[in-house]
Nanobody
Framework: QVQLVESGGGLVQAGGSLRLSCTAS????????MAWYRRPPGKQRELVAT???????EYADSVKGRFTISRDNAKNTVSLQMNSLKPEDTAVYYC???????????????WGQGTQVTVSS
């Protein structure tokens, strides 16, 4: 049993900033990678940023230079600092983690319930 809980979403004006946080809890042996996805209105879910256990990061082209993903392995958390927000960043943001629950088990995907980010122009 693993749960991911997001926080930090809200309404912000274009050019503003928000910081999203996600905490994983439950039966966790290791978290291989964590990521943030988003689903804009009328569009499919898309990858925003990923971070490995070793803090290697990758970003979607649309957010490079504006968003920063980071994780705290000791606390099983991942954050997304979003700066210079644009109306097109409006979406439901989802936390993702690939979790190994025990040393003898394979890894599985887990998702948070999502948090709304709305950027007004």
């Amino acid at each position: 049993q693993v749960q991911l809980v997001e926080s930090g979403g809200g309404l912000v004006q274009a050019g503003g900033s928000l910081r999203l946080s996600c905490t994983a809890s439950g039966s966790i042996f290791d978290i291989n990678s964590m990521a943030w996805y988003r689903r804009p209105p009328g569009k499919q879910r898309e990858l925003v940023a990923t971070v490995t256990r070793d803090s290697n990061t990758e970003y979607a082209d649309s957010v490079k230079g504006r968003f920063t993903i980071s994780r705290d392995n000791a606390k099983n958390t991942v954050s997304l600092q979003m700066n210079s927000l644009k109306p097109e960043d409006t979406a439901v943001y989802y936390c993702y983690a690939r979790v190994r629950r025990s040393v003898t088990m394979w890894s599985s995907d887990y998702w948070g319930q999502g948090t709304q980010v709305t950027v007004s122009s």
